[in-house]
């Protein structure tokens, strides 16, 4: 199966990097790729009628993959520029978009007690418009983030590795049993 890891944020410590790596290797079965969204320039209807060869590309990737995963901090209660930038380009022609009937689920985390929640929500909203097949399930928030990665980088706390897998594995059959592959 092929994945899309979408990541909120790209600075050297990014915790939403570190989870998306880790999902990388957890699905080593799979295909994953981490997009590099930070590289996309900002949507414009100009540059939408001209595609700057990265925006083609990534165009393609979010077509040819068999679902999305989200890994995103929350930025005063809400998306990520970054993120939110690479769903408008995804999102063209409305409502026949690449977005359309592709499986996409969300992890979020924060420092906070309610571990990106506004951010989550948002992201479903914004998904929706674009008719994406948005996995319904138990919400995957991570809070005191920083606890939950050791100094290696790794995710060191079990509890919050169980939740992700569970999520992941379930979303794996979700996007196998509802997915449109072409
Ligand atoms: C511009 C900005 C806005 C933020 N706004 C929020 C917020 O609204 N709620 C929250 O819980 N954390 C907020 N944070 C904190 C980050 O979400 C948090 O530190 C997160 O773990 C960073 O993830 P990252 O390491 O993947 O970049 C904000 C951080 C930045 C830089």
Redesign the pocket.
């Known amino acids: 199966m092929k994945l899309l890891l979408l990541s ?2 790209f ?1 050297s ?5 570190l989870i998306a790596s880790y999902i990388k290797n957890y699905l080593k079965d799979h295909d994953c790729d981490i997009s590099a969204l930070n590289t996309l320039p900002f949507y414009s209807e100009d540059l939408n009628l001209d595609k700057p060869d990265n925006v083609t590309e990534f165009l393609r990737s979010v077509d040819k993959c068999d679902g999305i995963i989200c890994i995103t ?5 809400s998306i990520p520029a970054v993120l939110k930038n690479s769903i408008d380009w995804a999102s063209r022609p409305a409502f026949k978009s690449p977005l359309k009937e592709k499986p996409v689920t969300f992890i979020t ?4 007690s ?1 571990g ?1 929640a ?1 951010a989550q929500a948002h992201l479903k909203l914004v998904l929706d418009s674009t008719l994406s097949i948005i996995f319904p399930s138990h919400e995957l928030m991570i809070t005191s ?1 920083s606890k939950m990665v050791d100094e290696n980088g790794d995710i060191s706390d079990p509890d919050t590795k169980r939740r992700i897998i569970n999520h992941l594995d379930a979303f794996i059959v979700f996007t196998k049993r509802f997915g449109v592959s072409d």
């Open positions: 909120g944020s600075h410590k990014s915790k939403s990097l901090p929350e930025y005063n209660h985390q924060a420092e906070g309610v990106g506004r983030v």
